[in-house]
């Protein structure tokens, strides 16, 4: 929510200036301090430091401004009922009085966010069009990392368990010697989880050397699978574990690192695509900037 949020500082002319002009947009002296004010809402920076830094706020925006003219080219909009859907959704995670507070915290109105908020919406789904063009990350070019970069894929041992965690030691010893005397881990973990909560017990996943404490690792990475441990002491209590499933050291699988793979070339080559595409509309939508009027802009 912060995003749509006014930042205090800027000060206003009363007489509206063209300032910028992207393909048919004219953007005004008032709505570019709009613009910079929610760009550096959340940067904490003072209108000297706008200033400085205004060169490279003023690329952002021009691009934000391109993205946005390629929209209304290509006749992308985001419907009322779709923009409700998003406030009431938004809405539910506050009460009323919250919400009221932030947006007056922020220095805006409602209908100032929800526009502001259509606008992120509209930009995500313009983004969202241009990228049905990138072309999909092949399963050979996965393979082709994969095997290009084995290090990356080494798996170390790791263990699975399950354990009982307990304030004193006297409590464990009672439940180390209702599970010696036959009683289900599973069963003993439960009435203490019911109990307690759930930080008393239960199934932890995989986990790698050096990802427990020292004092923990000495025993689960040396107990045999579904042998129950003797009581181990820690700073958050005392412990009983199960070890259920043992991984020794060896390469992840290439099935296993698909995902993995897929999903760090999809973001590079999404970065990258968004990157040219943005540069190509600088190339087909005549941008027009007025320096003149740009360095009368009052930002106080």
């Known amino acids: 929510m912060s995003l749509f949020l006014a930042a205090c500082g800027f000060a206003d002319s009363p007489k509206e200036k063209i300032i910028i002009t992207v393909g048919s947009r004219n953007i005004t002296s008032d709505e570019l301090k709009r613009d910079l004010r929610r760009m550096t809402s959340d940067m904490e920076l003072g209108g000297h430091e706008i200033q400085t830094v205004l060169k490279q706020l003023m690329e952002k925006l021009i691009d934000h401004y391109l993205i946005l003219e ?18 009431r959704e938004i809405q539910r995670e506050y009460t009323e009085k919250d919400f009221q507070e932030t947006l007056l915290k922020g220095v805006i109105d409602f209908d100032e966010w929800k526009e502001a908020l259509r606008e992120r919406l509209l930009m995500r ?17 996965i393979k082709d990392y994969y095997h290009a970069n084995q290090e990356a894929f080494m798996s170390p041992p790791g263990v699975r368990f399950r354990q009982i965690v307990t304030s004193t030691r006297e409590e464990a010893e009672k439940a180390l010697e209702r599970l010696n005397s036959g009683e ?17 017990g239960g199934e932890v ?37 199960e070890v259920l499933e043992r991984r020794e050291e060896g390469v992840k699988g290439f099935t ?8 760090k070339l999809h973001q590079e080559r999404q970065e990258i695509f968004i990157r040219d595409w943005v540069q190509s509309l600088r190339v087909v939508i005549p941008v027009k900037v007025d320096r003149e009027k740009l360095k009368e802009l009052e930002l106080g």
């Open 205 to 241: 996943g995989w986990v790698a050397r050096g990802d427990l404490d020292e004092s923990v690792e000495k025993v689960i990475f040396f107990l045999p699978v579904e042998a129950i441990s003797p009581i181990v002491e820690t700073p958050y209590g005392f412990h009983i574990f």
């Open 184 to 200: 289900d881990m599973n069963s003993v973990i439960k009435e203490y989880v019911e109990a307690k909560g759930k930080e008393y």
């Open 125 to 141: 789904k313009i983004v969202n069009r241009a990228l049905e063009k990138m072309e999909r990350v092949s399963l050979q070019e």
């Open 256 to 263: 296993v690192a698909i995902p993995e793979i897929e999903a």
């Open 70 to 87: 390629y929209g209304r080219q290509e006749d992308i909009e985001v419907p009322d009922q779709d923009l409700e859907k998003v406030v």
